[in-house]
């Protein structure tokens, strides 16, 4: 079932400032989300042509962000910090997305284990057509900050 969503991007999404890549998020469900992004001459990564079509990978990754931050916040909880992992098969039609494009980013859950770890499908659409799809791998500790304290003991 489609929900429209109503939250700003930076309430869902633990990213500050410049680094908050996605203009909003539009419409999710149980397993997925579809989030916007306008290439601005002040986007990050604006090379005075467009952004990298490699950029592509963390605008996907943002929108599995939004994702979980959004049905965080359904659940009364405060969005967390999650890692990507990694992605198989980035693929990208083109060089780099061009001032003035507007590009819809989908991601679909795949799995999610119980320990944090989830693969999301995702795309990347201009008018409708598929620029750039990926899979990304993800990972979502309970407790980033203990998690990460406890990763450099090993």
């Not at 997925?32 to 986007?43: C, F, G, K, N, Y």
């Not at 950029?55 to 967390?80: D, H, I, T």
Request: net charge negative; charged share 25%.
């Amino acid at each position: 079932m489609e929900q429209r969503i109503d939250e700003a991007i930076d309430r869902i999404v633990p990213h500050g400032g410049a680094m908050s890549l996605l203009d909003r998020p539009l419409a999710g469900g149980d397993d997925w989300l579809r989030a916007e992004v306008t290439i601005r001459p002040d986007s990050l990564f604006f090379d005075g042509r467009g952004v990298g079509g490699w950029v592509g990978v963390e605008y996907m990754a943002q929108a599995v962000a939004a994702w979980a931050g959004w049905r965080a916040r359904l659940r009364g909880e405060a969005p967390r910090i999650g890692f990507l992992l990694g992605t198989r098969r980035y693929e990208c039609s083109r060089p780099c997305f061009v001032a003035g494009e507007v590009l819809n980013v989908t991601v679909r859950r795949e799995f999610q284990a119980d320990n944090g770890l989830g693969q999301f499908d995702c795309r990347i659409e201009i008018d409708g057509v598929t620029v750039a799809n990926a899979a990304l791998t993800v990972f979502e500790p309970q407790d980033a900050e203990t998690f990460l304290k406890g990763s450099g003991n090993e």
